[in-house]
């Protein structure tokens, strides 16, 4: 497995992926208004989109099984204090591949990545119900932060977690 920046040609598969991750996870329905919102994200290649590759056998283009998003201040939504934190977003591995450790790599070589552009401190959110993600960014050393908690609509309550990143 390869880890590296997404292709602008790739960011529909990234889209895709983070939607059926989401679906068969049963955090949203396919129909959902925040589908179109994760299709999106990142496609402007204003933010910082990662990708997981893994090659075919019949050494045709690689094939994407997931993706995380490392969102800069000030693009970034209310839960980002400043310039010196950034914020995680979407990670999302295809349903067929999720507990191979995919997220975890995803993850580690995104703040190996946030370390070397100078972010001090990574925020994220994630719905309450997203138990394997609660586990995985803890162990990661991301630390729940309720008191950041936020609801972006009406219902919907995101937990946020953070980490001071030590660039040394």
């Given at each position: 497995m390869l880890i590296r920046e997404a292709t602008p040609q790739e960011m529909a598969v990234v889209g895709e992926i983070r939607v059926a991750a989401y679906v068969a996870g049963g955090f949203m329905s396919a129909d959902s208004g925040y589908a179109s919102t994760l299709r999106e994200l990142g496609a402007d290649g204003k933010d910082l989109v990662?990708?997981?590759?893994i090659p075919q056998d019949d050494g045709s283009t690689n094939r994407v099984i997931g993706t995380i998003m490392l969102q800069r201040w000030p693009n970034t939504d209310q839960v980002v204090d400043g310039p010196d934190e950034a914020e995680v977003r979407a990670l999302a591995v295809r349903p067929e591949a999720q507990g191979?450790?995919?997220?975890?790599?995803?993850?580690?070589?995104?703040?190996e990545l946030a370390i070397e552009a100078g972010v001090r401190q990574l925020v994220l959110c994630t719905k309450p119900e997203m138990k394997a993600a609660h586990r995985l960014y803890e162990r990661a050393g991301f630390t729940r932060r309720p008191e950041r908690d936020w609801s972006p609509v009406p219902g919907t309550t995101l937990l946020v977690y953070d980490l001071l990143?030590?660039?040394?």
């Open positions: 990662l990708v997981a590759v191979s450790g995919v997220g975890a790599e995803l993850l580690e070589r995104l703040m990143l030590d660039g040394s």
